[in-house]
């Protein structure tokens, strides 16, 4: 699994250790308003936290690429998830992004899927990446856009009316 810097974060794995962490941050109904489940799931966070993390360490196992923890590297703390999964719905790879309501509004998480899209281009070797947005989620929207995706239609995901974006790989270095 591997690590990866950009000037003001570190996508490191994820660690069983990281459940409460992470579980306080997904605990917040404006953290996960727009994710699969809504608001209500905030109440869950504890078993959801303790459910995905594994599951991101077995993804990265079984795909060499994943979900990261999003470190600050002024506070060495756990602010978020950023990065790539499998989507089989789609038979597609998809960005994602989720950070702790204090680390909104610096940019961190266009930094963090620039990088994750970067690794997945260059490194894994995708050819094409996607990203799902609820339209009312406007930061999330404008992340996307500052990404350089494309909007290519609307599609019922998870009984969601999700807008659907791609970007493809930049052409190979000769
Ligand atoms: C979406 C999210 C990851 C954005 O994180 P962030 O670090 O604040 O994002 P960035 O700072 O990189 O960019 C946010 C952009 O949205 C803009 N923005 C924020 N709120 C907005 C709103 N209500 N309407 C329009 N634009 C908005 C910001 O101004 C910024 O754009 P700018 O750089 O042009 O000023 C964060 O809000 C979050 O974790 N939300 C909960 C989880 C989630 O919804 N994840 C995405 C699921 S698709």
Request: aromatic fraction near 8%.
């Amino acid at each position: 699994m591997t690590v990866l810097e950009t000037p003001r974060l570190l996508l490191r794995p994820f660690a069983i250790d990281d459940i409460p962490a992470y579980a306080r941050i997904r605990s917040d109904p404006d953290v996960v308003r727009y994710l699969p489940g809504g608001a209500e799931a905030a109440a869950d966070a504890e078993a959801i936290a303790a459910a995905r993390i594994p599951d991101f360490i077995q993804h990265w196992r079984d795909h060499g690429f994943g979900l990261w923890a999003v470190i600050e590297r002024d506070s060495n703390r756990l602010i978020g998830h950023c990065g790539l999964l499998r989507l089989p719905d789609f038979d597609a790879v998809e960005v994602l992004y989720m950070l702790d309501r204090p680390a909104w509004g610096r940019g961190y998480a266009t930094e963090a899927a620039r990088a994750s899209m970067e690794y997945g281009f260059r490194t894994v070797g995708l050819d094409r990446i996607i990203a799902l947005v609820l339209p009312e989620n406007r930061a999330s929207a404008r992340v996307i856009q500052k990404l350089g995706m494309t909007p290519i239609g609307n599609r019922q995901f998870k009984n969601l009316d999700v807008a659907v974006y791609e970007r493809l790989a930049p052409p190979k270095e000769t």
